[in-house]
């Protein structure tokens, strides 16, 4: 039911907030309709309190204590807020919405506090990460300290809580889906463009969100390039947009940008290939694509849907093929539910995938960590069953750079929240 103009003035406007507890918001100020048309009356103003953290408790450096422990009441920071506009601009004051959201807010499987638990441990962990990260580190060092963040921060509990996927370190033209394998001696170089794309959930409602780092500034160009077409492909999604519009506004920004290596001007490209996606729970990646190029697409994006809207750019040919050791995986969603395996050990194997990670995406080191050992055999066979995805790396020409920026994104009734935003990207 929308707001009648006679109550506009009572509704207070959607600002963007970090710390913000909705279940207030919809209290104060907003009206009591009782019907249509009839008359509106301010509820009692509450008394509002800051929220406050623990006396005397201080988050450690590197980030190690518990999230919880700071947010007692359960209510973490929301995201960026975007309005929408044109058709459904009416939905920031609109009654029924908010109510609908109250809704949210009080079941506990859907409320947004998942999310936005999960958003604040990724921006915990990025923000030591980005500091922290040089050249000549290793890529294992690199991936076991962000982990072992993640999982402290967000209190890791079996399928409840945990890391969302494999931390990506993908580097120069590589793209993505590179993750370090036991024995990996890779070393980050001065000149090397590294991708840090890491996961985190919350009951299975995961956070997808990455950046990149690069210590060589001949490359920044690259990288304020994908950084404006992410935002680009924010701004475009919306409740009843086409997903192929979401691509064309993400192409135009990113083609819109060169780099200059050495005397030579590159065009950067749109990885026409690669593509973010909507998000289920415990389901990485939900079913639609957003490409990053423009396209026919008339698939539309839906109220409550969640979505990771990433872009890749690249200074080669703009597309990937899969290329290297593969250190990813995931049990298929949809998968059969009694694969016919021969193997003793694929079906050992299976259990241990089902109890440790269910549909979430894992790696060979999270194998390795809960004592699997000699699994490749068993590992490859539940691959060729179709029962679990493998996921290779994906890497354009070599000498091409790439870079990725993403999101995780909320279409909430009245408004859209970038829950993954942060002070940083």
Known sequence: MAITDKFQEDIPDVVEVEDHDENEEAEEGAPDVTGTGGDGKKKKKKKKTKKKKPVGLVQTDPPRIGL???FPDGHYPVGEIQEYTDDN??????????????????DPEE????????AEVHRLVRRHARQWIKPGMSMTSIAETIEEGTRTLVEENGLESGIGFPTGLSLNN?????????GDTLVLSHGDVLKVDFGVHVKGRILDSAFTLTWEPTYNKLLEAVKASTNAGIRAAGIDVRLGDVGAAIQEVMESYEVEVGSKMIPVKSIENLSGHSIGPYQIHGGKSVLLVKNRDQTKMEEGEYY?????GSTGRGTVIEEGDCSHYAKIF??????????TSAKSLLKTINKNFGTLPFCRRYLDRIGESKYLLALNHLVSQGVVQDYLPLCDIRGSMTAQFEHTILLRPTVKEVVSRGDDY
């Open 174 to 182: 590589c793209a993505a889906h590179y993750s370090p394998n036991a």
């Open 68 to 70: 919880s422990k700071f």
């Open 111 to 118: 409320t947004y506090d998942n999310i936005r638990r999960a």
């Open 334 to 343: 949809d998968g059969p539910t009694n694969p016919p395996l021969r193997l």
């Open 308 to 312: 990771a809207i990433e872009t890749f």
């Open 89 to 106: 601009a009416y939905r920031t004051t609109s009654e029924e919405k908010r109510y609908q959201e109250r809704m949210i807010l009080e």
